[in-house]
């Protein structure tokens, strides 16, 4: 296996041996890296495999190997949450059918055979990060082209039910949630489209109050170690006004806006809906649904798409229509207003009598 020593500020020594020469002496070869850890990291894998160093977790010689001691190490700056999926995602779908195999670019067809046999969620998640790491390899000078460059086709999406409330739902559950310890995290999923995740981290002094209107920095996510984010789209500044922010204002203090764990409100949320609960008698839908709930709500007050994505984080504005947007009958009364005043403006096509030649 090789061995890395670091010799300065970004500058690192590779050494791998395999064997003894015909004069006895060991087979050695002393590569001197500048750069990143991981650039030598990289050098060390290709030492080994020139070398021929056998294809064990040491050498980093497998898919396996390389995901754990080359591609998690150089990310190491990740939200852990992120790298554990990873991890998981890894063990449970790609390891089992590549995780043994050489550091190469696999056949399309194995390929599209893998993902076919998952469900289309999974085998979205267990493609992107299998091209990810034998892009990773690539860029090391590890595999020769581009891998996976070929589309693959993915199974068909269960298309389950989007279940929302509409507007006076959400008034009516706000107004029956008053004094409850739940009711600022609903105010803020309901009314900014907040992530139940994102809502847990928020403190009162993440709040800034003004006149009938509340801004809030919202970070999608814990940051990861060096004080960044995932990209861009992760930090934004989220704004409520009536009624959601009179609402805030009445429950503002110190601390958490939810002292409760999230495993806590996971509990706690189906509940409300029980007899004699603040909810009773109310059409259930999940708590996830909130942030659905706003952004279906703010489609159906006209808000721009573009727009919509930005407010929620998101970098592709097909997201909210795939994931977040429900059809109302809100949203049909008002497309049909819209057809029946255009038909109400068009004029009778006037038809011109044409005599026999």
């Not at 004069?23 to 070869?29: A, K, L």
């Not at 190997?65 to 700056?77: M, P, R």
């Not at 709500?297 to 930005?310: E, F, I, N, R």
């Amino acid at each position: 296996m090789a061995s890395i020593i670091r010799r300065g500020d970004g500058v690192y020594e590779v050494q791998a041996c395999n064997g003894y020469r015909e004069d006895g002496r060991q087979r050695r070869v002393s590569r001197r890296v500048r750069g990143s850890m991981r650039d030598a990291q990289a050098m060390a894998v290709r030492l080994d495999m020139e070398m021929g160093a056998n294809p064990t977790l040491g050498s980093l010689a497998t898919l396996d190997s390389y995901f754990e001691g080359v591609f998690l190490a150089s990310h190491a700056d990740l939200d852990p949450k992120t790298l554990d999926n990873y991890r998981t995602i890894w063990r449970l779908h790609v390891s089992p059918r590549f995780g043994s195999k050489p550091v190469a670019d696999p056949s399309p067809a194995e390929v599209q055979m893998w993902v076919s046999s998952m469900r289309r969620g999974t085998a979205v998640h267990a493609a992107k990060l299998l091209r990810s790491v034998l892009r990773d390899a690539w860029y090391m000078g590890l595999i020769p082209s581009e891998p996976m460059r070929r589309p693959l086709r993915y199974p068909r999406a269960d298309c389950g039910k989007l279940d929302v409330w509409d507007g006076s739902e959400v008034l009516y559950a706000l107004s029956r949630l008053h004094g409850h310890r739940l009711l600022p995290l609903v105010a803020v999923m309901v009314g900014g489209g907040l992530r139940r995740s994102e809502a847990m981290a928020l403190e009162w002094g993440d709040m800034a109050f003004g006149d009938g209107i509340v801004r809030m920095s919202v970070v999608k996510g814990a940051r990861r170690a060096d004080g960044g984010t995932k990209n861009a789209a992760s930090v934004r500044t989220v704004a409520l006004m009536e009624p959601f922010a009179s609402i805030l204002a009445g429950c503002a203090g110190e601390g958490p806006i939810c002292s409760l764990t999230e495993a806590g409100v996971r509990s706690l949320w189906p509940r409300l809906f029980r007899p004699g609960m603040p909810l009773e008698g109310m059409r259930y839908i999940p708590m996830k649904q909130l942030r659905a709930t706003n952004t279906t709500l703010m489609h159906d007050a006209g808000v721009p798409d573009t727009t919509l994505s930005m407010v929620h984080g998101h970098t592709d504005v097909r997201t909210d229509y795939r994931h977040y947007i429900a059809p109302t009958s809100a949203a049909a009364d008002t497309a049909a207003r819209m057809l029946q005043s255009f038909m109400m403006d068009a004029e009778p096509m006037r038809f011109r009598a044409v005599s026999d030649a």
